[in-house]
C-alpha cells in the first residue's frame, strides 16, 4: 500500500489516468482514493494491465473509471477435494445482469490466505455498476502456477443475490486442458 496526500482542492473523482516514462513496470490491481472525509473511491485494473514503457505486454498509460455505486460481495466455497485450494492462481469477474454487466477487481483479501481447501471466504467490491437481477458470472484466471476448485459461489449486489453451483467440478486455470478452464461462465 503506497499513500499520497496533496493540498490540491479535489472535487469527486470519477476517473484517474495512470501513466510511466520509467523502466520498471507496475501491475496496479485495485487504486483506492479518498478526498477529505468523503468515502474512498474504488478502480479496479478491469483490463489486466501493467503499466511500462519498454514491457511489451504493456502499456505507458492507462485509464480507470468508477464503474456505479453498488457494492458487490462474491462468496466462494472451496471444495475439500485433494488440491482444490490455490495459492497461486489469481482470479477477477464479471457479473452479468438485467441491466448490464460489471467487472470485479481481483480475488484476494489482504494479509489472507484466499482460497484455502474447504473455506469459505468473502470479496468485497465497492464501485461497482448496477446491474439489476444478477443472470450470470464469469470467472476469468489471469495468471498463476496452479489450479482452483469451488464448490459454489454467491453473488450479492445491493439487495440481489444469486447462488451459481459448479456441478461440473470445473478448475479455474490459466492454461485449458482436460481437467480445468482459464475462463468460466455460470449462468441461472
Not at 44 to 60: A, E, G, M
Amino acid at each position: 500500500t503506497v499513500t499520497y496526500e496533496t493540498k490540491l482542492k479535489l472535487g469527486n473523482i470519477h476517473c484517474i489516468d495512470l501513466q510511466t516514462d520509467g523502466e520498471d513496470w507496475w501491475w496496479p490491481r485495485t487504486i483506492t482514493i479518498q478526498v477529505g472525509n468523503a468515502k474512498p473511491v474504488y478502480f479496479y485494473n478491469t483490463f489486466n494491465q501493467k503499466l511500462s514503457n519498454n514491457d511489451k505486454d504493456s502499456v505507458p498509460l492507462m485509464w480507470m473509471c468508477q464503474q456505479g455505486y453498488k457494492t458487490c460481495t462474491i462468496t466462494a466455497e472451496t471444495s475439500t477435494k485433494n488440491h482444490a485450494n490455490s495459492d497461486g492462481v489469481v482470479i477477477m469477474g464479471t457479473i452479468y445482469g438485467k441491466k448490464g454487466a460489471t467487472m470485479t477487481g481481483i480475488f484476494d483479501n489482504d494479509d489472507i490466505n484466499d482460497l484455502e481447501k474447504g473455506q469459505t471466504e468473502n470479496f468485497v467490491f465497492p464501485n461497482m455498476r448496477d446491474i439489476g437481477n444478477i443472470r450470470c458470472i464469469a470467472l476469468r484466471a489471469l495468471v498463476g502456477t496452479d489450479a482452483w476448485l469451488f464448490n459454489s459461489m454467491t453473488v450479492t449486489c445491493g439487495s440481489k443475490s444469486k447462488t451459481f453451483t459448479n456441478s461440473d467440478e470445473i478448475w479455474l486455470e490459466v492454461d485449458d486442458n482436460d481437467i480445468g478452464q482459464s475462463f468460466m461462465k455460470m449462468c441461472d
